[in-house]
Nanobody, 119 residues
Framework: QVQLVESGGGSVQTGGSLRLSCLVS????????MGWFRQAPGKQREAVAS????????YYADSVKGRFTVSQDNAKKTLFLQMNSLAPEDTAMYYC????????????WGQGTQVTVSS
């Protein structure tokens, strides 16, 4: 069982930055893919960024390319999402998720951290 705890959300103005962290209860090494998702009120949850340990190009949603960066520190069992040039449309609850590489669906989820961007 993998447990995930997000932190780092908050309120910022347009153009500001935030860094989200996700502490993982186990070493993800080469067995897991990790992702960030977000859900705004009244909207479907969407994938923001993901990374698979052991190689491969990180995935980014078109709406965040060039602004967000996903990274992980396996020694600290932490996943990060650096968010720059934030805009009001980035306002959402952000979730960290994990899945085994063989699994097509993310099956471990954190409780979420709120990001609010004001104009």
């Amino acid at each position: 069982q993998v447990q995930l705890v997000e932190s780092g959300g908050g309120s910022v103005q347009t153009g500001g930055s935030l860094r989200l962290s996700c502490l993982v209860s186990t070493y993800t090494d080469s067995r897991y893919c990790m992702g960030w998702f977000r859900q705004a009120p009244g909207k479907q949850r969407e994938a923001v960024a993901s990374i698979c340990a052991g190689g491969g190009t990180p995935y980014y949603a078109d709406s965040v390319k060039g602004r967000f960066t996903v990274s992980q520190d396996n020694a600290k069992k932490t996943l990060f999402l650096q968010m720059n040039s934030l805009a009001p449309e980035d306002t959402a609850m952000y979730y960290c998720a994990a899945r085994e590489k063989w699994n097509s669906r993310y099956n471990y989820w954190g409780q979420g951290t709120q990001v609010t961007v004001s104009s």
